[in-house]
């Protein structure tokens, strides 16, 4: 019993001291983290600073420089300008910038993204027919307007996703916008962008997502559709309003809504998808009304897990 009880001590004191040695490294690695926090915060504050040195030195560069005369006073020549400022042409593109994008050279830019690039918020990007083969990142509030009275504007991409919104507002319309890869056409994880006029399609995907309680977006009159899983996803409290829409021949869901969700349709066509029309689960809310939700494989409607669905006027 001796030699048991002294083996079992000292087993006790390895495993104490391999304790010890473990939460050493564990209060180390706590350290290194927070170190690396405070590394990822000050990053953060010093990119914060240089956006805004940035956005000044160009406010700046808008300002007409004034003349100056021997006596070392503005000329009446630069008081005049300064008045006038507002009323010029220049002044005017200023306040409303617009870009031309054009395959052909004869715009101001040839792809959108190049626009994008150079554009500040408030920038209207005019695109002219053609296929863009590129994946847009709306990372300022614009608009991107596609010139359709020659030809289809097509944004096409395999390698991600079409286009994905990263700020607080912007608009597309006229757009024909397809994905061939494993990604979503249209991505939409924080802000409010506005989808109108449009063909979207994901051959591989959903089509559209909008997903966190920062996304809220608005879909008008749009083409969604041939998508191998949903033709609209929106999960994790994001919201939607989806009105005169036609959404078919998903491989799913026409509209899924999950996680908190929030839908509003309104006089919407969803029709001939494999699953239901419109799914509602996870605590997720839809008002849907005067839409027509028939010829789905699964039905018009799954509710599920707390979901709840007010409606009127639908055909179902």
């Given at each position: 019993?001796r030699?048991t009880r002294?083996q079992l001590?000292?087993?006790?004191e390895t495993a104490?001291r391999e304790?010890?040695?473990?939460y050493?490294?564990?209060?180390e690695?706590?350290s290194?983290i927070?170190?690396?926090n405070?590394s990822?915060?000050?990053l953060?504050?010093?990119i914060?600073?240089?956006?805004h040195?940035?956005e000044?030195v160009?406010?700046?560069?808008l300002?007409?420089?004034?003349?100056i005369?021997?006596?070392g006073?503005?000329?009446?020549?630069?008081?005049?300008l300064?008045?006038?400022?507002?009323?010029t042409?220049e002044?005017?593109?200023?306040?409303?910038?617009?870009?031309?994008?054009?395959?052909?050279?004869e715009g101001d830019?040839?792809?959108?993204s190049?626009a994008?690039?150079?554009a500040v918020?408030?920038?209207r990007i005019?695109v002219?027919?053609?296929?863009y083969k590129?994946s847009?990142?709306?990372?300022k509030?614009v608009?991107?307007i596609?010139?359709?009275?020659?030809g289809?504007?097509?944004v096409?991409?395999s390698?991600s996703?079409?286009?994905?919104?990263?700020t607080?507002s912007?608009?597309?319309?006229?757009?024909?916008?397809?994905?061939t890869?494993?990604?979503?056409?249209?991505d939409?994880?924080?802000?409010?962008?506005?989808?109108?006029d449009?063909?979207?399609?994901s051959?591989?995907?959903s089509?559209v997502?909008?997903?966190?309680?920062?996304?809220?977006?608005?879909?008008?009159?749009?083409?969604?559709?041939?998508g191998i899983?949903?033709?609209?996803?929106?999960?994790d409290?994001?919201?939607?309003?989806?009105?005169?829409?036609n959404?078919?021949?998903?491989g799913t869901l026409?509209i899924?809504v999950?996680?908190g969700?929030k839908?509003i349709?309104?006089?919407?066509?969803i029709?001939?998808?494999?699953?239901?029309a419109?799914?509602?689960?996870r605590?997720s809310?839809?008002?849907?009304?005067?839409?027509?939700?028939t010829?789905n494989t699964?039905?018009?409607?799954?509710?599920?897990?707390n979901?709840?669905?007010r409606g009127k006027?639908?055909?179902?």
């Amino acid at each position: 019993m001796r030699q048991t009880r002294s083996q079992l001590e000292s087993q006790l004191e390895t495993a104490n001291r391999e304790r010890s040695h473990i939460y050493a490294q564990l209060s180390e690695m706590q350290s290194q983290i927070e170190k690396a926090n405070q590394s990822q915060a000050q990053l953060q504050s010093q990119i914060s600073e240089l956006e805004h040195h940035l956005e000044t030195v160009y406010q700046e560069r808008l300002q007409p420089t004034p003349e100056i005369t021997a006596t070392g006073e503005e000329s009446p020549k630069a008081e005049l300008l300064d008045k006038n400022a507002e009323s010029t042409p220049e002044a005017a593109i200023l306040k409303n910038q617009e870009f031309v994008v054009s395959q052909q050279g004869e715009g101001d830019y040839t792809t959108i993204s190049e626009a994008l690039k150079n554009a500040v918020s408030g920038t209207r990007i005019y695109v002219r027919p053609g296929v863009y083969k590129e994946s847009i990142i709306i990372d300022k509030s614009v608009e991107i307007i596609g010139n359709i009275e020659a030809g289809s504007v097509t944004v096409e991409s395999s390698d991600s996703n079409c286009i994905q919104m990263a700020t607080d507002s912007a608009l597309v319309r006229g757009l024909t916008i397809k994905t061939t890869g494993k990604y979503y056409a249209v991505d939409i994880r924080q802000g409010e962008l506005i989808v109108e006029d449009s063909d979207i399609t994901s051959a591989n995907y959903s089509v559209v997502v909008i997903c966190g309680s920062n996304a809220n977006s608005v879909i008008r009159r749009c083409q969604i559709h041939d998508g191998i899983w949903n033709g609209i996803f929106i999960s994790d409290n994001g919201k939607a309003t989806v009105e005169d829409c036609n959404i078919y021949n998903n491989g799913t869901l026409g509209i899924g809504v999950g996680l908190g969700g929030k839908l509003i349709a309104r006089r919407c066509r969803i029709n001939g998808n494999e699953g239901e029309a419109i799914a509602v689960y996870r605590d997720s809310i839809a008002t849907v009304d005067d839409c027509d939700l028939t010829g789905n494989t699964g039905g018009a409607w799954r509710i599920a897990d707390n979901g709840y669905i007010r409606g009127k006027g639908n055909q179902e």
